[in-house]
T-cell receptor
Framework: DTGVSQNPRHKITKRGQNVTFRCDPISEHNRLYWYRQTLGQGPEFLTYFQNEAQLEKSRLLSDRFSAERPKGSFSTLEIQRTEQGDSAMYLC??????????????FGSGTQLSVL | DQQVKQNSPSLSVQEGRISILNCDYTNSMFDYFLWYKKYPAEGPTFLISISSIKDKNEDGRFTVFLNKSAKHLSLHIVPSQPGDSAVYFCAATSTGGGNKLTFGTGTQLKVEL
């Protein structure tokens, strides 16, 4: 399967612990996005990378959150000192920017985080 | 503030009939609109899109209509099939802004036999 892969699928942690999620995008996709989705809401943009450069971060991404894409391939999203309000589905998406108007995002199945 | 709104949280339609899902937006900078479909325990899947230079785009059973003056778009599915039962998200972006999508809250479509 050559789709976007996210690990783990589920993560349960205690408040105050650190967690890290991984996203493997579709091969050769140069853009990678992180979104967060809570119950009853649509996905909300968190941050995105073009190759290894992080180009934009949402104000939703507090200083407890950090994302990396060290070699322009896979990406990690780390949350430090988790809070109950961090409980959500974290979605990764990738796309290939070719300069055209029809860039389409392909989403992974997400990591469901539950903070107890 | 919710820049993309889907005011109907759910919609129930009989198999074979038309499903119409609606979406409104407030940001005049949006110039590209997309619909995504989401099944439980899966990520959203791209369905169809439309640029602001068009007012209609069709792909098989799916047609998206855009009314820029009203800042409104709709997705028509005809004929509806049971496999279309899913949550449908409307999304919008300004193409000069890194393709950062702003999503609506979704509409749960149920197609009944």
């Amino acid at each position: 399967d050559t789709g976007v892969s996210q690990n783990p699928r589920h993560k349960i942690t205690k408040r105050g612990q650190n967690v890290t999620f991984r996203c493997d995008p579709i091969s050769e996709h140069n853009r990678l996005y992180w979104y967060r989705q809570t119950l009853g809401q649509g996905p909300e943009f968190l941050t995105y990378f073009q190759n290894e450069a992080q180009l934009e971060k949402s104000r939703l991404l507090s200083d407890r959150f950090s994302a990396e894409r060290p070699k322009g391939s896979f990406s990690t999203l780390e949350i430090q000192r988790t809070e109950q309000g961090d409980s959500a589905m974290y979605l990764c998406a990738s796309s290939y920017l070719d300069g055209g108007p029809n860039e389409k995002l392909f989403f992974g199945s997400g990591t469901q985080l539950s903070v107890l | 503030d919710q820049q993309v709104k889907q005011n109907s949280p759910s919609l129930s339609v009989q198999e074979g009939r038309i499903s119409i899902l609606n979406c409104d937006y407030t940001n005049s900078m949006f110039d590209y609109f997309l619909w995504y479909k989401k099944y439980p325990a899966e990520g959203p899947t791209f369905l169809i899109s439309i640029s602001s230079i068009k007012d209609k785009n069709e792909d098989g059973r799916f047609t998206v209509f855009l009314n820029k003056s009203a800042k409104h778009l709709s997705l028509h599915i005809v004929p509806s099939q049971p496999g279309d039962s899913a949550v449908y998200f409307c999304a919008a972006t300004s193409t000069g802004g890194g393709n950062k999508l702003t999503f609506g809250t979704g509409t749960q479509l149920k197609v009944e036999l």
